[in-house]
Each structure stands twice: as structure tokens, then as C-alpha cells.
């Protein structure tokens, strides 16, 4: 069997050059020298301002349990594909009715003003026969007598005829 037995450096017997400390001061609580040791290391490297919400949030995932994770993770993305398609299927939607609007709707709707604008003009025309009327109530039968042949002057006639053509 082999004996060990300790040797000890002629370096470490000797006193170390610098102020001498006291032996009365030498006695400490370990225990409490080793917690303030470690929240001296934590501070050190954990300052809550460098801290982003990434970490935090990465954090957290160990607080969760894996199942709950799981459902959590499986609703999100099932939300996600709904809202996805459904969004996908209204903007199609959209596009087939804008073209149809345009292909169908816009040549509707000018064909429809056009027709308006027709029947305003008869509208006016109907008007302005009915205005000369109320205006000249007998000019309607010196026209029919301009025509007829019983005024003596040519000149009488011709005016029926412009008249006429009004």
C-alpha cells in the first residue's frame, strides 16, 4: 500500500511582504460571505436594464409546462392558417368583383347616362314646343294659312316655311 504524505512549499512558509492582518479579524461567517458573494455575482452579470423581453420571455418558457406549450403552440398556428386562407380567399373575392365592376358596371353605367341625356333632350324639345305655343297662340293657324296659299304676299309664305321649319 502506498502512504502519501504531504509536502509543503518553502515558498508558502514564508510571510508575504505588505501590511500584516489580524488574526481576530481572520474568523467570518461563511455562510453570509458566500451569499453576499453571490449576489455581488449576480449583479454583476445580470442588470435588469440589459436584459431584453426576448430574454424574459425565453425565461418564461421553462415557468410553462410542455403540454400546455403544445396547445398553446398548435391553436397559434391554427389561428394563423385560418386567418391566412381567409384573407387569401377575400382578397380573390375582391378582385373577381372589382373586374366585374369594371367589365360590367362601367359600360352599364354609361349606357344609362346616355340614355338620360337622350331623354332630357326630348324632355327640352317637348318644352320649347310647348313654350312657342303659349308664347304665339296664333301663329299655329297663320302657319296653316301661310301654307294654304290665301296670303297675298310671297313673302308671308316664306316665313310660314321658316317658321314651319322651327
Known sequence: MVKLTEVEDEHFQQTQPGPQE????????????????????????????????????????????????????????????????????????????????????????LAYIEE??????????RSREMGAEVLTPGAQGQLMLGQSGSSGSGSGSSEGKVQAAL
Not at 338620360?116 to 324639345?125: N, T
Open 116 to 125: 338620360q341625356q337622350m331623354v332630357e333632350m326630348e324632355r327640352e324639345q
Open 22 to 109: 489580524d488574526d481576530s479579524d481572520a474568523y467570518t461567517d461563511t455562510d453570509s460571505s458566500l451569499s453576499s458573494e453571490e449576489e455581488d455575482s449576480d449583479a454583476e452579470t445580470s442588470h435588469p436594464l440589459e436584459e431584453t423581453l426576448f430574454d424574459r420571455l425565453l425565461a418564461l418558457k421553462d415557468m410553462i409546462p410542455p403540454k400546455a406549450r403544445n396547445t398553446i403552440s398548435s391553436t397559434t398556428a391554427s389561428l394563423t392558417s385560418i386567418t391566412k386562407s381567409t384573407l387569401s380567399f377575400s382578397g380573390k373575392a375582391m378582385w373577381v368583383l372589382g373586374t366585374s365592376v369594371l367589365l360590367i358596371g362601367v359600360p352599364y353605367g
